[in-house]
């Protein structure tokens, strides 16, 4: 059984950091595609962050050049580096699996097949 596994989530203010993990259990994480959504209250969930099975990243025009994805493949585990924190930040981050090893701009939901519970991330100002 595929599960994903966030963790990392907190509270900070403007301009710091976090460095959220996604583990990955029941199916071969290195193979493919996966990726960061967020959610903030009353809003749709928005793509933030993919990376596909050799290493190659895109990233959603509100956060490139401050968050970084990245992934172990020897750890199954996916990252989310994110320095410059706002505010606007502020919202449910979930991490996500798709079942293809190259990953699609724009960053949708809908190409994602399993998904973790999420973490929170607040950023104060």
């Known amino acids: 059984q595929v599960q994903l596994v966030e963790s990392g989530g907190g509270s900070v203010q403007a301009g710091g950091s976090l460095r959220l993990s996604c583990a990955a259990f029941?199916?071969?994480?290195?193979?493919?595609?996966m990726g960061w959504f967020r959610q903030a209250p009353g809003k749709e969930r928005e793509g933030v962050a993919a990376?596909?099975?050799?290493?190659?990243?895109i990233y959603a025009d509100s956060v490139k050049g401050r968050f970084t994805i990245s992934r172990d493949n020897a750890k199954n585990t996916l990252y989310l580096q994110m320095n410059g924190l706002k505010p606007e930040d502020t919202a449910v981050y979930y991490c996500?699996?798709?079942?293809?090893?190259?990953?699609?701009?724009?960053?949708?939901?809908?190409?994602?097949?399993?998904w973790g519970q999420g973490t929170q991330v607040t950023v104060s100002s």
């Open positions: 990376i596909d099975s050799d290493g190659n990243t």
């Open positions: 029941g199916y071969s994480f290195s193979y493919y595609c």
């Open positions: 996500a699996a798709a079942l293809v090893g190259y990953c699609i701009r724009p960053i949708i939901m809908t190409r994602y097949t399993y």
